[in-house]
């Protein structure tokens, strides 16, 4: 049986969905009860799901999602990724959308299934010191 290369699914997730802000690209990437478990809880299924990075998307003007590193285990049933994301601000974490730089960064790992399919993500980011950055006033 041959190794898949899991890095290159996730990474052309993170191309065609995020920097190509392309939601509906969802559709070929993730399973129809597509998991995400974040700092705030779980999204279960993927319409939610779409509608969660549409709504992301929306907060983050111009939004690019630059991967540091990304490696799979031996299987390729799990990635992990290093990444920053950069954009304007329009309104992230209940803030005024007042159209600031913003970048913070972030580490994601996925469950890959047999056929290449993504079914579960979890994710961390660096959500407290991108709050404070929005809320500076000397930023401003």
Not at 80 to 88: D, F, H, M, P, Q
């Given at each position: 049986?041959?190794?898949?290369?899991?890095?290159?699914?996730?990474?052309?997730?993170w191309?065609e969905?995020w920097?190509?802000?392309?939601?509906?690209?969802?559709?070929?990437?993730v399973?129809?009860?597509?998991?995400?478990?974040?700092?705030?809880?779980?999204?279960?299924?993927?319409?939610?799901?779409?509608?969660?990075?549409?709504?992301f998307?929306?907060?983050v003007?111009?939004?690019?999602?630059?991967?540091?590193e990304?490696?799979?285990n031996?299987?390729?049933?799990?990635v992990?990724s290093?990444?920053i994301?950069?954009?304007?601000?329009?309104?992230?974490?209940g803030?005024?959308?007042?159209?600031?730089?913003?970048?913070?960064s972030?580490?994601?790992?996925?469950?890959v299934r047999?056929?290449?399919?993504?079914?579960?993500?979890?994710?961390?980011?660096?959500?407290?010191?991108?709050?404070?950055?929005?809320?500076?006033?000397?930023?401003?």
């Amino acid at each position: 049986m041959a190794r898949r290369n899991s890095v290159e699914i996730v990474e052309a997730f993170w191309e065609e969905v995020w920097n190509d802000h392309n939601p509906d690209k969802i559709d070929d990437f993730v399973i129809e009860d597509f998991v995400i478990t974040n700092p705030d809880g779980s999204i279960e299924g993927r319409e939610k799901f779409k509608a969660w990075v549409s709504a992301f998307l929306d907060q983050v003007h111009d939004l690019r999602l630059e991967v540091v590193e990304s490696f799979q285990n031996e299987g390729g049933s799990r990635v992990a990724s290093r990444w920053i994301v950069r954009g304007r601000n329009n309104g992230l974490l209940g803030t005024e959308p007042d159209g600031r730089p913003i970048s913070f960064s972030g580490t994601a790992v996925w469950a890959v299934r047999e056929d290449g399919k993504l079914e579960h993500n979890w994710v961390e980011r660096a959500t407290w010191e991108l709050y404070q950055q929005l809320t500076s006033t000397s930023g401003r």
